[in-house]
């Protein structure tokens, strides 16, 4: 049965791949994540987790590997990880009452079989209407610096939203967990099937 590999350093995706009870390695693939001139975000999710996934499957033969990447689409821009606080502040400011779209490149490398799949997800969110005091205070608290719109789904960013909608709220904190188990089925490694080494 072939070994499964994380290329991300997030503990996040982390703690969703521990869900499916499978074992794994993790490495952290160190990339460029800089968005090619005239990239569509879809392309760039695409470009990203694929790129991951084969920095940490050099490493790795016979192994299954997992890349992903996120970006939010807000108005026509693509808006990565904010990386200061001002610029947190300013991203949830833009979507206060408004619908923002994520979307979660997945790539997955089977280097034993020598093929890949690449794909991505969408997950739109609706801001509630938020004050400047809401933001900053929320900004404070949860230092969402290196998370693609600037909060974090899985701790207190839920009380930013209005409404949640999408087919998989997994892809929000950045692993699509029912495309990757079909990924995984695929490449031959079912998580309700018999666990081999």
């Not at 230092?143 to 909608?165: T, V, W």
Request: aromatic share 6%; with cysteine.
């Amino acid at each position: 049965m072939p070994r499964l590999v994380l290329a991300s350093s997030s503990r996040w995706r982390r703690q969703l791949l521990d869900r499916l009870g499978l074992p794994y390695a993790w490495a952290s693939p160190d990339i460029d994540e800089t968005a090619h001139p005239d990239e569509t975000p879809q392309a760039l999710v695409h470009r990203l987790a694929l790129t991951k996934a084969s920095r940490v499957a050099e490493e790795y033969p016979a192994h299954l590997v997992i890349g992903s990447d996120q970006v939010a689409v807000f108005d026509g821009d693509i808006l990565g990880k904010p990386g200061n606080a001002a610029t947190a502040r300013a991203q949830l400011a833009r979507f206060a009452g408004h619908r923002v779209t994520f979307l979660t490149g997945l790539a997955l490398i089977d280097t034993r079989n020598a093929r890949h799949w690449v794909c991505h997800e969408r997950y739109d969110v609706v801001f509630r209407r938020l004050s400047d005091a809401e933001i900053a205070r929320y900004v404070e608290r949860e230092q969402p610096l290196d998370s693609a719109g600037s909060f974090r789904m899985e701790g207190l960013g839920i009380a930013l939203f209005e409404k949640l909608e999408g087919d998989d709220p997994n892809t929000l904190i950045g692993l699509p967990l029912i495309r990757l188990c079909q990924l995984l089925r695929e490449a031959g490694l079912d998580p309700l099937g018999t666990q081999g080494s």
